[in-house]
């Protein structure tokens, strides 16, 4: 399974920013599929994920500001962000989880950099 993530830059605080992460499978056919961030010095953390049912949740800090989706023209998984701050500043990947018999396997893409100025 291969992950491609784009869409990362730099853009100003309160700005808008879309990742969007193609993959070589069809984005409605895995298990779950998500964002996580690593922030220099932090850890990989937990942005937002979204089943297969379709149900999704986020981290505290960016609910009401992230929205994760699935686009099936585009065969993505889409991540819009608004009101960006600095503290999003973090390089982004995205995961898709497979369940089969073997259990349940992770795969993941390269991460694509977001920067926030103030």
């Known amino acids: 399974v291969q992950l491609q993530a784009c869409g990362g830059g730099m853009v100003q605080a309160g700005g808008y920013r879309r990742l969007s992460c193609s993959t070589s499978?069809?984005?409605?056919?895995?298990?779950?599929v998500g964002w996580y961030r690593r922030s220099p010095g932090k850890q990989r953390e937990l942005v937002a994920r979204i089943s297969s049912g379709g149900n999704s949740d986020y981290r505290d800090s960016v609910k009401g500001r992230f929205t994760i989706s699935r686009d099936r023209a585009e065969n993505a998984l889409i991540l819009q962000m608004i009101s960006l701050k600095p503290e999003d500043t973090a390089v982004y990947f995205c995961?898709?989880?497979?369940?089969?018999?073997?259990?349940?396997?992770?795969?993941w893409g390269q991460g694509t950099l977001v920067t926030v100025s103030s």
């Open positions: 499978r069809n984005i409605f056919s895995f298990y779950q």
């Open positions: 995961s898709a989880e497979i369940l089969s018999f073997r259990g349940l396997s992770t795969y």
